[in-house]
């Protein structure tokens, strides 16, 4: 019985905290959502570029749920044209990766003030 996996136990049988369906513990609700979103992308987008986003969202998972919130609403607001083909999918990625870049590439430098190193008391006319 030791060599059994948790599949092969009755549910009684399991440990706290496991499933025998080996399923996320999603709420029903969270799934119908996720399904209704789904649905919304298969049919706002052709299949070229839903296949295009799904293996997105296996390397950028923020990335591509913008850009799915991005396209759902505007599905929902009736904003588009038709169906989003892969070109226009990789304008919506550019578009938003330009956004980000400039929110995160903010670099602030902060130098070291000394009490006898005033940028007040600094006279660079002693230089020329």
């Not at 396209?71 to 009736?78: C, E, G, K, L």
């Not at 989003?84 to 070291?112: D, F, H, P, Y």
């Amino acid at each position: 019985m030791d060599n059994l996996a948790p599949a092969d136990l009755a549910p009684d049988e399991l440990p706290a905290g496991f499933s025998a369906g080996g399923s996320d513990n999603k709420s029903s609700e969270e799934k119908s959502r996720d399904a209704q979103k789904e649905a919304v992308l298969e049919q706002a987008l052709t299949a070229e570029a839903l296949e295009r986003l799904r293996r997105i969202k296996l390397v950028k998972k923020d990335k591509a749920t913008a850009v799915e919130q991005m396209i759902v609403s505007m599905a929902i607001q009736r904003k588009l044209p038709g169906k989003i083909n892969e070109g226009k999918l990789i304008e919506m990625l550019e578009g938003l990766g330009a956004k980000q870049t400039e929110s995160n590439n903010k670099i602030s430098i902060q130098r070291k003030k000394y009490a006898f190193d005033s940028d007040d008391e600094d006279d660079d006319d002693d230089l020329l």
